[in-house]
Structures are given as C-alpha cells and as structure tokens.
C-alpha cells in the first residue's frame, strides 16, 4: 500500500468551515479514482494544524490521480483557505496490522 501523509499549513482566518467542507467533497471526487482505498482528515489534539492520510493501491495509482483534472480542481478550490501550501510526504506499508474483532 502507499501512504501520502499532508501536512497542512495555517487555514486562514474564519475558512475552516469551508476547509472541512472542502476535505468532504474533495473525499467523494477522489474516490472515484481507481486504486484509492481512504483519506482521513486529522486534527491535533493539543492544537495546530491539520494533517491528512491518503491510502492508495501503489504509487502508480496514487500519481494518477494526484496528476489528474481532480486534483487540480481541488487544488485550485483550496489554495485560497490557505496561509501557505501543504508539505506531503510519501510511504510504502512495510508492515501492517489490523484489530481482529
């Protein structure tokens, strides 16, 4: 599995709403992309900014979609709630695990 981990910068002052919004609505365009498993938005439990986790197949599907006309249509709708842009940054699963029920 790759993992892309996002950092994101300050959410300028009054957009987080819109941010959420936007992180909801960018969840139902992306996956429609082939080889997306999940994107979970994180908050900090003791302040500061947000982060995200995106889970895709391989590198190969997640650079197809981050490549794609959906990303710049997200990218393009986002960039005005920002002070600054995101840092991501990239894994491969070396080990995973998974609560048994």
Do not use: C
């Not at 960018?26 to 003791?46: A, D, M, T, V």
């Not at 997200?74 to 029920?101: N, Q």
């Amino acid at each position: 599995m790759f993992v892309n981990i996002v950092k994101f910068p300050k959410i300028r002052e009054g957009k987080d709403r819109a941010f959420r919004e936007w992180f909801t609505w960018s969840n139902e365009r992306y996956s429609k992309h082939q080889g997306f498993i999940r994107r979970r938005l994180l908050q900090p439990s003791e302040g500061g900014e947000y982060s995200a986790i995106v889970e895709h197949e391989s590198r190969d599907t997640f650079m197809a979609m981050h490549t794609s006309p959906t990303q710049a249509e997200a990218h393009e709708r986002v960039e005005p709630l920002f002070d600054g842009g995101p840092s991501p940054e990239f894994f491969e699963t070396v080990i995973d695990s998974a609560r048994k029920e």
